[in-house]
Every structure is written in C-alpha cells, then in structure tokens.
C-alpha cells in the first residue's frame, strides 16, 4: 500500500466483528508504534496489549464511566483488542511520544487490513484506583499516565468516506 494512500483513506472504525486480530496483523501494528519519533529519541511511551475478554470488557467499562452517562455506553465498540498507550509522566515528553506511538499504530492498522479507532479518556481511566489496580497487574508503575487507546480489530462495516478537507488549515508563512 502506498503511504500517501494509506494517510488519505484510513478512517475509524466504530463496528468490529468479534474475531481476534492475527498475531501477525498484531505484530505489524506493534512494530510501526515501536518506529514512531519520540522526545530526544528517549522512546518513553508503551503500549499494553489487552485481548482477555474480562479485562477488555473492565477497560470498556472503566472508560464508559468517565463519561457519566445514564446510557448504556461501549465506548471500544466491541473490538477484541484493545490497545493502551501509556508515558511515564516525568518522561521528557510523555504525551508527545504516546500519540506518535498510537497514530503509527491506527496507520499501520488499516496497512494490515485491520479497523481502529482513537479512544479517548485513558488518562482519567489510569488514574482511577482501578486503573492503578491494571498498572499493578501489568508490572508497570502507578507513576504512567494513560494518553491513548486504540480499538483494534477487524470491521464489521464498510470503510466510512472521508470528509471534505476544512480550508484555512495551511497557513504558509
């Protein structure tokens, strides 16, 4: 796949189909967040991969309620895979490097033929004492802070169109 192509046409996907995300698909999606730049090359981000069905549907649940909404939300629109992009807050420059790493990610997704979508609200959901209780879990220090989220799996609908292009948005100096 050409980059240009892949830039233009990679949407989010909001429907996925329950199937796992190979691991070689996986692995690509890995790899690209591994290359993204970082901060004075200090590669301070990290990526969590979530498959188990329990602690998807807790990641699910903990985001949904950072909303506060009356309604029944599922904010990770049923993908089986999430993944959780995470900085170590006194790194040089923890937000910066986790969304680098997580928009190589959503472009290497759709270069694997997988759908994603940006999952907002990580840093309130790691910052709740059941998020602490996931950084425990997963050996990493209560001290991250949660930046992204990424949705992964394969679509269950088709590739959404993209809108038009907003102007003004170039200004050359």
């Known amino acids: 796949m050409e980059a240009f192509d892949m830039l233009r046409?990679?949407?989010?996907?909001?429907?996925f189909k329950s199937d796992q995300v190979s691991e070689d698909a996986l692995e690509?999606?890995?790899?690209?967040?591994l290359y993204a730049a970082s901060?004075?090359?200090r590669q301070s981000a990290v990526t969590v991969v979530v498959q188990d069905p329990a602690t998807v549907a807790k990641i699910d649940e903990l985001n949904a309620k950072v909303l506060d909404s009356d309604?029944?939300?599922?904010?990770?629109?049923?993908?089986?895979?999430?993944?959780?992009?995470l900085a170590p807050k006194d790194a040089l420059t923890p937000t910066e490097d986790a969304v680098l790493m997580a928009g190589n990610m959503?472009?290497?997704?759709?270069?694997?033929?997988?759908?994603?979508?940006?999952?907002?609200?990580?840093?309130?959901?790691?910052?709740?004492?059941?998020?602490?209780?996931?950084?425990?879990?997963?050996?990493?220090?209560?001290?991250?802070?949660g930046v992204s989220s990424i949705a992964l799996g394969y679509a269950d609908c088709p590739q959404p169109e993209a809108a038009p292009r907003k102007e003004g948005r170039v200004v050359r100096a």
């Open 9 to 15: 046409n990679r949407r989010s996907i909001r429907k």
């Open 28 to 33: 690509q999606v890995l790899e690209a967040g």
């Open 39 to 41: 901060g004075a090359g």
């Open 71 to 85: 309604q029944a939300v599922h904010p990770y629109y049923g993908a089986p895979t999430i993944l959780v992009v």
């Open 106 to 145: 959503l472009n290497a997704a759709y270069a694997a033929g997988l759908g994603s979508c940006w999952i907002h609200r990580s840093k309130e959901v790691f910052e709740m004492p059941e998020g602490k209780e996931l950084l425990r879990a997963w050996g990493l220090p209560e001290d991250m802070a």
